[in-house]
């Protein structure tokens, strides 16, 4: 009875045996026939550990249906025969297997791609992309291709691109633009992420496979977000490029106009601005959210605080403030080409100073100068010397520090005036194009300006003249005009004696800049000034003193004297 039993335990050992490496020998033969592993032995050895197995179970069939006994001696010497022969098999495939770990485990992993050994690498790329490791990840990368060639770069390209803008985004608030511009380029090359979006067909993005992971409406605001960026770190043709594939991937995204418009309207140039922003509010229409445009952006475009637009409204108010400072007395005739007639009033040039233009004459009580005529396109009263309505039309104040000596001007605000105030040559106010009235009330100012700058860069250079005139505003008894007419008098007399007028209180103008920080933008906006409106002045200055700026030196004529060697 024991026998038996013992008998029964051992065939049913046995049969589940023989199944297990049945089975086992259909898996491992699939799993190599599937992979990409070339070593000739461990295939030689998967396939006849496939004969074996697949063989066996119908080989003992057969057998026993022709002797027509289930357990005959025959069959027990063939099963034991087979038995033998795929333990040995099995025995030389688990060497080879384990001399060729590394290839089994990646084709494993190649035929799995959904299991968590992929997700656990992927998991570590972008803990490295999140902390900014990403010149390591080509290393890494090349070290997880052994065991796991499918990662997938679609994935970790997008989440790059999210973290590349938050870590940028973050880089502004620590760092100069420069830096935070070479960080932003690094990121984006680091895993080619930027050659991905250049081979990426946006105007077909929902087909593409990073759709999967980014919406096209999620797409298209990442983008815009990067290249409202672009913008800010100074890099138009990448900001270009972003608003091209971002309106490309969503034509009715109107955020990329507004990240556009207010970045561009950030940096002064407020006709430019007016542009996009009114690309952005049609976008807006069109969707139906006209309520969700700011009130700022509204009344800028409404009021139409831009260009022409505004050069005309502020200019032909400001006529009518300012006479009182121009000379009036005059014959007027048709043929007359060195008056203006305005308002019934004939005008000949204009003799006010800068402060009197911004904020009136102190001697009439009607007069508000330009600060009064923003004041009225505004809506706002009008006050004497106040700054209020400059701030709000511009955002900037126009003075950054007002000393006892004089009112220290803020170089933004003059390089704001530069973008947006000087208006077209062609523009017409009352009747008079602008070159006109440039010709008939400004050019002698504006040149007297330049004059007197080319004569000090030209003698003395300014900033050390402006340190000694800083030095000497210190001292109890300082009077400026006497200052500058004892020490300025004599040179600026040599100009004027040969055609270029220049009284010393001009050269005081430019040591103040020099002192108050805004000497380079206001030379800048002479100069554009002068570009626009009276290009050949410059041009005549250097050419009557050119022997004082290009003083003649002997010089070696190395031709000229080979010819008479000769």
Known sequence: MKSKSLKKVVKSISMASVLFLSVTSLFVSFIFFKSDITDIDIKVASYVYLVGGLLFIPFVFIISIITGKRESKALHYMKGGFFVLRLIVLVVLVFFFIDAFSDFNRSFHNMFPTSSFHEKNILILENMIKDDKRDEISLKIFRMYGKDPNIDYTRLTCFSLKQTLIQTQNDLNNFDKDEVARSFTRRLKALNDYDTLLRTDFVNYTKTSMADYIPAEEMSDLLSEYMNLSLILEMPELSDFFFRISTATNPDNPKPYLFKGKTIYDQNKLKEAANWYGLYMEKMKKEGKEKHISKEIKRFMELELYGDSLHKKLYEKWFYDQPQEMFEYGYWDEENQDSLLIDGKIIQWYVGY????????????????????????????????DTAPFKQLSGIMPYSYWSEAFKYINPEFVKWVRLNLIPSPDLTIHGYTCQKIYDVLLEFQVRTLKTAQMILELNTGVY????????????????????????????VNDYSLRGFYVHPEDIGFWLRRAIDGSYEECLATIDEILKRYDPDFTESFYTVFQDEIYPEEEYYDEEEDYYEGD
């Open 354 to 385: 800068s402060y009197e233009a911004l904020f009136g004459s102190g001697s009439y009580d009607n007069s508000y100068g330009l600060s009064g005529c923003v004041a009225e396109i505004l809506d706002l009263a009008k006050v004497k010397k």
């Open 464 to 491: 050390g003249e402006a340190k000694e005139y800083e030095i000497r505003m210190s001292d109890h008894d300082f009077y400026g005009p006497g200052y500058l007419n004892e020490h300025y008098s004599e040179l």
